[in-house]
């Protein structure tokens, strides 16, 4: 009989859902719940490097998000550049490497250079990885590995996930989506084949370390099995 593996979380990646419902049940703008949002991504990461995590993923910004009305865009825009500037130096010095997955550079100028300069200040650094997935989307992630693993040679899934934009972080773990929504919403498909999900009804802008904390004791009463028995 095959043994299940111990229950050790290195990755740990969160779809951050509920900014726009807090906002609507308090009767506040929807930047607001935006802002609140920023607000717990805060204690998340910080939270991260208290529990020892390798690398924590946050779905920010979707290929899908372009849709929505052109001035929540806007505030979003203007919140990840606040966020880089306000909390760059703590990052910096708690040792958290700075990692982009999607195609970041498809925003303005003025942000791609933010945001490169704070990876490149961070490349060095061996804390926890914080991997922004920013206007991102798995199908499209796929389909970009398939086709450079395509141009050297043999597809397998080992060439492709070679490819992945996550392919120097470790295998993801657990998938964490807030709000009570129940689907991936084209997020780390490939790599979540194998990782355990947790679907918490806590919106986002009101999780925090114990909601993590909480999630990975549930993960480590799991068997992963990964197909055995």
Do not use: C
């Amino acid at each position: 009989m095959a043994k299940s593996e111990p229950a050790a979380v290195r990755h740990v990646a969160i779809i951050m859902d509920g900014n726009g419902r807090w906002a609507k049940k308090r009767h506040l703008p929807r930047a607001l719940g935006h802002q609140r949002g920023v607000e717990a991504v805060r204690r998340v990461v910080r939270g991260a490097r208290e529990l020892g995590l390798e690398a924590l993923t946050l779905y920010a910004f979707s290929t899908e998000n372009w849709r929505r009305p052109e001035e929540e865009v806007s505030d979003l825009m203007s919140l990840m550049k606040r966020f880089i500037l306000s909390d760059l130096d703590e990052f910096a010095a708690a040792g958290v490497r700075l990692k982009i997955i999607g195609d970041y550079k498809a925003f303005k100028p003025e942000l791609v250079e933010l945001v490169e300069g704070a990876m490149a200040r961070t490349a060095g650094n061996t804390g926890t990885t914080l991997a922004v997935a920013l206007n991102y989307g798995s199908q499209d992630e796929i389909a970009r590995a398939a086709t450079r693993a395509a141009a050297k040679g043999a597809i397998t899934p080992e060439t492709i996930a070679a490819e992945l934009d996550t392919a120097d972080l470790p295998p993801l773990d657990l998938l964490i989506r807030t709000s009570g929504e129940v689907r991936l919403s084209n997020f780390l498909l490939w790599q979540a084949a194998y990782a355990e999900m947790i679907f918490t009804d806590v919106l986002w802008p009101d999780f925090n370390v114990d909601h993590l904390r909480a999630a990975l004791e549930e993960f480590a009463q799991r068997e992963r099995r990964y197909g055995g028995r």
